[in-house]
């Protein structure tokens, strides 16, 4: 029982590619769950999918008071959030679906026009493949692993860091489950289309020993 959290901001172009993927799954999830955090760039998806919740924010609330509200509202055992600029292969649900750990990774194919960042942000991780990247994330984290709702639920989404520039909620989520004691189990196939482009570009300051992150 898998409930899909499709989060938007400013990625209304893109967003309708990342649904497709979803309802052309070989086994759909239980639910999905769409919410557009104030860019107010998704009303055109109300009439073209009309079986999906959609939660239409008339502001933007930011990332982690964002996430932590859609986690408030999932009711099945597993939960998997993604950028609508993404997409999922096609056979992903059915896959995760065997699911018996309190969270599953899996690995990502990293694509788009601006891909070769990912060599810069995390060099020596990924491989070439089929034109765009390969990044294994065996038993490690990424913003779109599958985890327990009743645990993320009981740890919640907060900003790994204080300073207000490393906004990485999804790091602070697994850190908190595996210090909860969370088992954890890998599919090694790529099953996330992670699109790398202008609107959602970061850019990687090294200064010293922290790394300054700043949206451009």
């Known amino acids: 029982m898998i409930t899909i959290v499709i ?3 400013q ?3 893109l ?3 990342c649904i497709e993927s979803i309802l052309a799954q070989s086994q759909p999830p239980e639910k999905i769950l769409f919410v557009d955090d104030g860019a107010k760039d998704c009303l055109h998806l109300l009439t073209l999918y009309k079986d999906i919740e959609y939660v239409m924010r008339p502001q933007n609330i930011g990332t982690v008071q964002n996430f932590q ?3 408030s509202r999932v009711k099945t055992e597993y ?3 993604i950028g609508a600029d993404n997409w999922l292969r096609s056979d992903a649900i059915e896959l995760l679906s065997s699911a018996k750990t309190d969270i599953v990774t899996y690995d ?3 694509t788009g026009e601006l891909k070769d960042e990912i060599l810069i942000r995390v060099p020596g991780q990924t491989q070439r493949h089929q034109g765009d990247h390969y990044w294994t994330r065996h038993q490690q984290h990424h913003g779109s692993m599958l985890y327990r709702t009743s ?3 009981k740890v919640g989404y907060k900003k790994r860091f204080e300073d207000g520039k ?3 909620e999804d790091w602070s989520l697994w850190d908190k489950m595996l210090e909860q004691g969370a088992t954890v189990s890998s599919i090694n196939e790529g099953l996330l289309y992670y699109r790398r482009h202008r609107e959602n570009f970061l850019k990687y300051e090294y200064l010293e020993d922290e790394i300054s992150v700043e949206n451009i």
């Open 15 to 17: 967003a309708a590619h």
């Open 151 to 153: 645990l993320g639920q």
């Open 7 to 9: 989060a938007s901001y």
């Open 11 to 13: 990625y209304g172009h």
């Open 108 to 110: 990502i194919v990293v």
């Open 69 to 71: 509200d859609m986690l």
């Open 79 to 81: 939960v998997l959030f």
């Open 166 to 168: 490393h906004p990485q």
